[in-house]
């Protein structure tokens, strides 16, 4: 598999890419999203052991620093919502122009939130993995992890934060939980996007639970695309693996696999 390096974007807004070109007959590009935070993926090896394992199946891939971190362009101390999600149209818009092929993204909780709005500002996307995606009103999520007590420290925080700019939860500015404050939620963006879409969340993630996701599934399995698939996996939690599993030969991996294959023949 080649590994190459490369700034990614227009002039004004580049990103910092690790792309993993598959030796075998390539499908397309799948563009691998992280969680929430100020998370440098070119240096993260978890991430390179799943785009190997894509390369493997015949898909290139691209992982990519956020908005403001590492080399790539932005200021994270007033980073959005929004600049989070146009990471992945710029990145989706790039790969299309390269005829790369399909192109999907895979994301994990906070970006597949992101991967699912990416969706709309872009017709680039032809498939979305959502793992563990919520569809929760931000206040309400916030609340519903950090409890009563850490929720009105959360508030003050969020108060002085206008002031002083200091980051809090989840290593993030204020700029960014205020653009996330009344947003559309996930489960009705994804009831109006036309694309293939498989949705997988953990039976015992107490971070995301059936009532944050039930709403995503029901979207997903409404439409009528017959790719579509919304699974919930059996005793694993928020990482949607056990500890003692291997990612090749782990349920959501599996699950993926098949997704990818079908995305690949359709």
């Given at each position: ?204 993630d107490h971070f ?6 039930s709403k995503i ?50």
């Amino acid at each position: 598999m080649k590994t190459t390096y490369q700034m990614i974007g227009p002039r004004e807004r580049q990103l910092w890419t690790k792309n993993f070109e598959s030796g075998n007959q390539c499908h397309g590009v799948v563009i691998l999203g992280t969680g929430s935070g100020e998370i440098r993926s070119v240096d993260d090896d978890s991430i390179e052991d799943i785009c190997v394992w894509l390369g493997d199946l015949g898909w290139s891939s691209v992982v990519y620093d956020k908005y403001g971190c590492g080399e790539s362009e932005g200021d994270w101390k007033s980073v959005t919502f929004d600049d989070l999600r146009d990471d992945l149209v710029i990145l989706a818009d790039h790969f299309k122009q390269q005829n790369f092929g399909k192109i999907v993204v895979l994301g994990q909780s906070e970006s597949s939130i992101l991967a699912a709005e990416a969706a709309t500002r872009t017709s680039n996307i032809d498939a979305l993995v959502l793992r563990v995606a919520s569809h929760q009103d931000i206040s309400e999520r916030i609340k519903m992890q950090l409890g009563i007590e850490k929720w009105t420290k959360w508030l003050a925080d969020l108060e002085n934060s206008k002031v002083n700019g200091k980051m809090f939860v989840a290593s993030h500015p204020v700029s960014y939980w205020l653009s996330r404050m009344n947003r559309i939620l996930t489960g009705d963006v994804v009831a109006g996007l036309n694309i293939p879409i498989i949705a997988l969340n953990g039976a015992e993630d107490h971070f995301t639970p059936p009532t944050a996701f039930s709403k995503i599934h029901e979207a997903i399995l409404q439409q009528k695309n017959t790719l579509n698939k919304a699974i919930v996996i059996p005793g694993v939690g928020h990482g949607l693996m056990l500890q003692s599993e291997k990612w090749n030969s782990s349920v959501v991996a599996k699950e993926i696999q098949l997704f990818l294959t079908a995305v690949a023949e359709q």
